[in-house]
């Protein structure tokens, strides 16, 4: 029997923000459009039921990357596989129907409602998409799903302003539910949030994931957070995917100097435990215009050359499920 394929498949995935230059900046500086490559060459399997965290310092690209994957954003080059379908060729209508089995969780719960409809109105739409059109039906499955995220029948005709950062997020989980899909882009869901509700949030995440089957692309800055709630983690820098392992493999042996970095930012608290904070030097480089050959090398304090500034690196295969584009490992 051959082995089941994953969930979502990225190949080559690349999404490049064009800025144009008006006619008269053209003609005066004869400068070209500015091209941001977000995200430049993503390669990226994830597993049915499982849930990856994709981490790296703000600007690389993660949270573009999660909205490509769900076609928010256009791809620029590459393929995305759900299932073994080319969901980066659908159109329009086949599009829709995609929208049913992968939704999003946005970051700042302040501005992903719309603060003119209440939360029957804004749970309706999602409802109706999914072809629940009986208005008792509809209501009943409202309910259901305020009860399910930990809010109130009577929450049912307030608007956004009248309710919590974590109240909102419920609302914004609740809205994503209602089309009972299977995958779900989790885009910093609690770095808007107090710590105290930040455990809530996460923790019902969990729930709905064993409840439910979900898989879940959890995008955080927070590390703590990341091996708190992943499986397997990602590691992003500067548009292109580092490191990817099992969450323990990698807290306890990371590979990618980037990675060893981001791990010693860590705060320790255990009284008497002391670890080596790596301090990088030099600036982070543009997306605009990335170094050539190893991304970091701008920054590395590991170094394997003049090949390490000349040749990019590939995301291999260092042993154990464990993938790291490094030249010190190839």
Same mark, same amino acid.
């Given at each position: ?7 979502? +498949?990225?190949?080559? @995935? ?24 977000? @995200?430049?060459? @993503?390669? !990226? ?35 995305? $596989? $759900? %299932?073994?379908?080319?969901? +980066? ?13 992968? &939704? ?17 109105? *804004? !749970? ?17 499955? *409202?309910? $259901? ?23 909102? &997020? ?17 885009? %910093? ?10 455990? &809530? ?49 990698? $807290? %306890? ?53 003049? @090949?390490?500034?000349? &040749? ?7 042993? +154990? ?10």
């Amino acid at each position: 029997m051959a082995a089941k394929p994953p969930l979502v +498949s990225v190949q080559g @995935v690349t999404k490049y923000f064009i800025r144009k230059r008006s006619f008269l900046t053209k003609t005066l500086t004869r400068q070209r459009d500015i091209v941001v490559k977000a @995200v430049d060459g @993503v390669d !990226l399997e994830i597993w049915e039921g499982e849930t990856i965290g994709l981490v790296g310092e703000s600007g690389c690209g993660k949270s573009t990357l999660g909205r490509t994957i769900i076609r928010l954003h256009e791809p620029s080059s590459g393929h995305i $596989f $759900f %299932e073994d379908q080319d969901i +980066s060729m659908y159109k329009s209508g086949e599009l829709m129907k995609f929208r049913q089995e992968a &939704q999003i969780i946005f970051q700042n719960p302040y501005s992903s409602l719309n603060p003119r409809k209440t939360v029957r109105e *804004i !749970l309706s739409v999602p409802l109706a998409k999914r072809g629940v059109h009986n208005l008792r039906d509809r209501e009943e499955e *409202i309910k $259901f799903l305020l009860h399910r995220v930990g809010l109130a029948e009577r929450h049912i005709d307030r608007y956004p302003h009248q309710f919590s950062g974590g109240q909102r &997020q419920r609302i914004g989980i609740a809205r994503a539910l209602a089309m009972k899909p299977r995958f779900v882009v989790a885009d %910093e869901p609690v770095s808007a949030l107090d710590v105290s509700v930040q455990a &809530q949030i996460i923790n019902l995440l969990a729930e709905l994931q064993q409840e439910y089957q979900l898989t879940y692309l959890f995008v955080a800055h927070d590390l703590s957070v990341v091996f708190h709630v992943s499986d397997r983690v990602a590691v992003m820098y500067l548009g292109k995917i580092v490191e990817v392992a099992e969450t323990a493999k990698l $807290f %306890e042996r990371p590979l990618h100097p980037y990675t060893q970095a981001l791990l010693s930012a860590i705060p320790v608290v255990e009284r008497g435990s002391r670890k080596e904070r790596i301090i990088l030097s030099g600036t982070v480089p543009s997306p605009i215009d990335p170094p050539k050959g190893c991304r970091f090398h701008t920054r590395c304090f590991m170094k394997k050359g003049q @090949v390490c500034e000349t &040749q990019e690196p590939s995301l291999a295969d260092a042993g +154990s499920s464990h993938r790291v584009a490094c030249h010190l490992y190839m």
